[in-house]
């Protein structure tokens, strides 16, 4: 990870930027004129193998059939509920799709306005009509705890390379955390560990740019909260 | 382009009477996300000019008869406050507004990859703070940094300055006195990857040579209007990530 990063130089790119005229192939966020490939979002210009694109640093969320979602009831119809999911488009969730059995108009027993849910993307098509589903493993009416809404974007900063800084967040606040893929994480667990949990996934967000952010949020826990009963089944610290 | 004047607005040596020469632009200050509430905004500075821009979206079309089911629509307010000009401004949209706040976001339009979202609507509002002649170009110059720093798609950032002529000469980027007294007016936009013309309008008269001129000073002008637009945004996650790096 840091040889990745001190060998990358992190080059911004605005829209239109030039990202390559020597024939590589446009990747994401990338359009090609004349032969040369575009950026068509603000981000960093990013090289993987023969495709070159940018990864924007901010924007709305798409959701991509298969993410796993946090979303917020907004609105009850008679055999289906409308979540707001973060993305531009209301996202419908049918009676057919929750594990409950729901009579007919009878859909807000089981979810009100305003309840938290855990969703999975089905499918979402060319116009961008998006459908959920509760019906897999793991998903649930979320009760209790809090959310806490980040940019899509530093989704991946949270959880980091194979989860090693959500997996140090879990550890050292004693919380459960589920991370949806569209910014919406929730955080439960004791008064004062979600707090200090909350606090560093703000920081997370804020300073995501940041080298070494993994230790810098590690200290961060370590100063709220002096490391007792965590503090021999993780690495050694103090 | 209405009253006459006594007034010399460019001298024998060819010096305006803010000390510009024919082909120089006022000075312009861009600063890209100055607003925390909007998705993404911008402040301009050209000359007298101050204007805010902010931008919102995509996000659902309201109101809903509005929507195209095969791209996104680009809904631009431009709105000049009461204080923007020396005699109190009317509040509240006119004729002039609705006309530039169209034109803009047809503007804006050609640039957004607007087939990636189809039903929603992206809005952009344009305040102006203070006017000096001009500030359709300002406004649209705002409301493409604003659209960049939202993370909007776009194929390219949209420069905008208008060029015209007063007391006969070919001069760029007008500034009121030039405006009101002189021949005439032409305000144009750019791509500036593919110097395709996405505004371009004309009050007034001028010869085809003339207009030729105007066009070949705009469209290089508004390179290097582009120029601080690219500056703007950089700067913007240049200095957070050495902050937060050290």
Request: charged share 25%; hydrophobic share 40%; aromatic share 4%.
């Amino acid at each position: 990870m840091e040889k990745r990063n001190a060998r990358q130089t992190r080059e911004i790119v605005v829209p239109g930027d030039i990202l390559d005229g020597t024939g590589m192939k446009p990747g994401e966020n990338a359009y090609v004129l004349d032969g040369k490939v575009r950026a068509s979002v603000m981000g960093v210009r990013n090289v993987f193998q023969n495709t070159v694109g940018v990864i924007p640093l901010k924007g709305c969320y798409m959701p991509t059939s298969g993410d796993t979602v946090i979303g917020v009831i907004v609105d009850i119809g008679p055999s289906n509920w409308l979540v707001d999911i973060g993305a531009p488009y209301p996202a419908p969730l049918h009676v057919n799709e929750v594990p409950w059995k729901v009579e007919f108009g009878d859909t807000s027993r089981y979810l009100g306005m305003g309840n938290a849910v855990l969703l999975k993307v089905l499918s979402v098509d060319e116009s961008k009509k998006i459908q959920v589903t509760m019906k897999d493993s793991g998903l649930r009416k979320i009760e209790g705890g809090r959310l806490v809404k980040i940019s899509h974007s530093k989704v991946s900063r949270v959880i980091d390379k194979s989860g090693s800084m959500i997996s140090m967040l879990k550890n050292m606040t004693d919380c459960r955390i589920t991370v949806g893929q569209n910014g919406m994480i929730w955080v439960d667990g004791d008064d004062e560990n979600a707090d200090v949990a909350v606090l560093a996934i703000k920081m997370i967000e804020e300073k995501a740019q940041a080298r070494d952010l993994t230790e810098k949020i590690k200290e961060f826990i370590e100063s709220k909260l002096p490391q007792s009963e965590e503090y021999d089944d993780d690495e050694g610290e103090e | 382009m209405s009253g006459h004047t006594d007034m010399v607005l460019v001298d024998e040596n060819g010096m305006r009477i803010d000390g510009r020469t024919e082909e120089q632009h006022r000075p312009i200050k861009i600063e890209a996300g100055v607003l925390s509430n909007a998705d993404g905004s911008a402040y301009v500075e050209i000359g007298k000019n101050k204007v805010l821009a902010a931008v919102y979206g995509p996000r659902e079309c309201h109101p809903r008869h509005l929507q195209n089911p095969t791209k996104a629509i680009v809904q631009c307010k431009y709105n000049m406050q009461a204080f923007s000009v020396s005699d109190r401004k009317r509040p509240g949209p006119d004729r002039r507004s609705i006309e530039i706040s169209k034109i803009i976001s047809e503007a804006l339009e050609r640039v957004v990859l607007t087939e990636l979202y189809p039903r929603a609507s992206i809005d952009v509002y344009i305040e102006i703070l203070q006017a000096n002649a001009g500030t359709r170009c300002a406004g649209l110059t705002a409301a493409s940094v604003a659209l960049a720093d939202a993370g909007i798609p776009m194929r390219d950032i949209v420069p905008a300055i208008a060029a015209g002529k007063a007391d006969g000469h070919v001069l760029l980027d007008l500034n009121k006195e030039e405006d009101n007294y002189g021949q005439a007016d032409v305000p144009i936009a750019i791509m500036p990857s593919t110097d395709e013309i996405v505004l371009l309008q004309m009050d007034g008269n001028m010869t085809r040579e003339e207009f030729d001129h105007a066009i070949e000073l705009a469209v290089n002008a508004c390179h290097e209007v582009h120029d601080l637009q690219v500056d703007a945004l950089k700067r913007r996650y240049s200095k957070p990530a050495q902050e937060g790096s050290e």
